[in-house]
């Protein structure tokens, strides 16, 4: 029985094995092989890889997942195990990135297992993804066509430490997850706002929350992380250990290793409460939400509990077009002061209310339903009534030369990088968004649409650009346009690292040689926001 007898040599050797490496991230003379056996894994075992210098008709991605298959047993699923494989391609977000078929699909319990995996990702030339929640809007952001898809599902750790200063949190969480589990000690993170994101992409590209304007950002309220390098290295980056890697990781995304561990700071929530919910108002309001929409940015120093975001969207089944004004306070506060002009427009709805903060991601999360295609583009400018208010008729404008689309619900999503967020930017030797207080604040647009038809796919994403390229054009002329893209809302076609600036591009690329000097997590790990350019060039 290979398994059986492979199983248990492998449970010897591996944790101590990966751990205790050496820390030259990868030397020039490295051997994947060598790497292998370092922990625990003898190819010579596997006969798939043993032979793989004389079976080029065999290809390596059929050999990487038979091997994988021989270590981990049912933690790997191919596509012959028809039920497993679709309800695990069927867990995305987007039909995009559910229509990927990998060869297989690998599910790690702990980080030695990663670091085998993207090693015989190595030997084998087979490319991979990984997958924290499945929130991506495009295809092969976490989902890899033809290889290997390390989903991360099961590293949920969820744990408060004794001084409940920080809290680890495995990749395989979503939001929901952390905050539940959280809740019974009065505790919290800095973390997302739709509860079925996942953790690992949303902090590795920026995370902005609910309390940001206090805290900053999820990836500014990060303590350490434990990454899987691309030689099979574990180590931790924080502060004091491996720096340059902790900056990188801070908005960097995926190119710099595997993040199997975040250790979060944790803040006080006590019962988990907080007040929020969404207001939506008709045309006849938009330049009263205008107004307060930039009034309350503005004046976000004077009460950092408050939150805002803003969204103009049509309707539709009833040709309306409305405003969405999602408003946030960090404790169990209704209508504070900060709110009234907000609160004074007249409203079709109202869900406000004191609740819990896992309540409110539920909420946001049934605005986010699976199974429909998906668009995201993201633009930053400084914030601006006048063109807040020009983004606003630019989208509607343009929404009319798709409105017949199957199935559209489109939306230009609007929200404040106050000066409070921007200060948590510096923290812990900053990291490397490019974002200069000193212009803030900025106005961040999310152009999101949602539809049915794969045949409107080109005019829908033709729409968008649109959009982005005149409210950019329009910010140009005022004086008012931010280099900016946030990672979590940019679409295909935008280059987010070269947004950062050449020389936070630079310093990136330099870290990255580093710690991956062979490029795996550039080449055989092909998806989502690579440092030498958009995921797909040209235009839609």
């Known amino acids: 029985m290979l398994f059986s007898s492979y199983t248990a040599a492998l449970a010897f050797g591996l944790v101590a094995s990966v751990l205790a490496q050496d820390t030259t991230f990868e030397p020039p003379d490295f051997n994947v092989t060598d790497a292998l056996l370092d922990q625990g894994v003898n190819i010579s075992a596997l006969p798939e890889l043993e032979s793989l210098a004389t079976r080029s008709s065999t290809s390596g991605c059929s050999i990487a997942c038979d091997s994988l298959k021989i270590l981990f047993g049912s933690s790997v699923i191919k596509q012959n195990d028809a039920a497993s494989y679709n309800a695990f391609t069927d867990e995305y977000w987007s039909v995009q990135q559910s229509s990927v078929n990998p060869f297989c699909i690998f599910k790690p319990s702990n980080a030695p297992s990663i670091s085998i995996a993207i090693l015989i990702s190595r030997l084998t030339q087979c490319p991979f993804a990984a997958k924290s929640g499945g929130h991506a809007a495009f295809a092969g952001a976490s989902n890899i066509q033809g290889g ?8 949920k750790t969820v744990q408060l430490s004794s001084n409940k200063k920080t809290v680890d949190v495995g990749p395989g969480n979503k939001w929901f997850d952390v905050y539940t589990a959280l809740q019974p ?19 590795t590209g920026g995370g902005i929350s609910f309390f940001s304007n206090i805290y900053g950002w999820a990836c500014d309220n990060v303590a350490s992380y434990e990454v899987v390098t691309a030689s099979g290295i574990i180590v931790t980056a924080s502060p004091m250990q491996n720096s340059d890697l902790f900056f990188a990781l801070r908005g960097g995304g995926n190119n710099f290793g595997i993040v199997s561990k975040f ?10 409460q907080m007040w929020g919910g969404g207001r939506v108002v008709l045309e006849d309001q938009f330049d009263a939400a205008v107004t307060a929409f930039y009034n309350l940015g503005v004046n976000s120093p004077s009460d950092p509990n408050a939150a805002q975001i803003l969204s103009f969207a049509y309707v539709q089944s009833a040709n309306l077009s409305v405003a969405a004004i999602d408003l946030q306070y960090a404790k169990p506060v209704a209508n504070a002061p900060i709110f009234a002009e907000y609160l004074a427009i007249p409203a079709i709805s109202d869900t406000t209310k004191v609740r819990t903060l896992a309540d409110l991601t539920q909420e946001f999360n049934a605005s986010n339903p699976d199974g429909l295609r998906e668009t995201y583009w993201a633009a930053t400018y400084k914030l601006n009534a006048n063109h807040v208010a020009s983004v606003r008729d630019i989208f509607f404008e343009e929404v009319q030369s798709i409105a017949d689309a199957a199935g559209l619900v489109p939306a230009a999503t609007l929200q404040v990088i106050t000066q409070g967020q921007l200060a948590g930017m510096s923290k812990n030797g900053g990291n490397p968004l490019g974002l200069p207080a000193s212009n803030g604040p900025y106005l961040l647009l999310n152009m999101n649409m949602m539809w049915t038809n794969a045949a409107d796919d080109t005019r829908i994403l033709r729409a968008n650009k649109r959009i982005v390229d005149r409210t950019v054009a329009l910010a140009q002329s005022m004086g008012l346009f931010e280099d900016y893209i946030y990672m979590n809302y940019a679409s295909q076609y935008q280059d987010v690292i070269a947004s950062y600036g050449a020389s936070n591009k630079a310093k990136l690329k330099s870290i990255a040689a580093k710690y991956d000097p062979s490029a795996v997590f550039q080449n055989l790990e092909p998806g989502y926001f690579k440092l030498n350019g958009a995921p797909v060039s040209g235009s839609p």
Do not use: D, F, H, Q
Request: aromatic residues 0%; without cysteine.
């Open 263 to 272: 250790t979060l700071n944790a803040i006080s929530l006590p019962g988990g």
């Open 148 to 155: 290997i898809t390390i989903s991360l599902e099961k590293l």
């Open 185 to 203: 000690a009065g505790m919290t993170v800095i973390g997302g706002r739709v509860s079925g994101i996942g953790v690992g992409g949303l902090t």
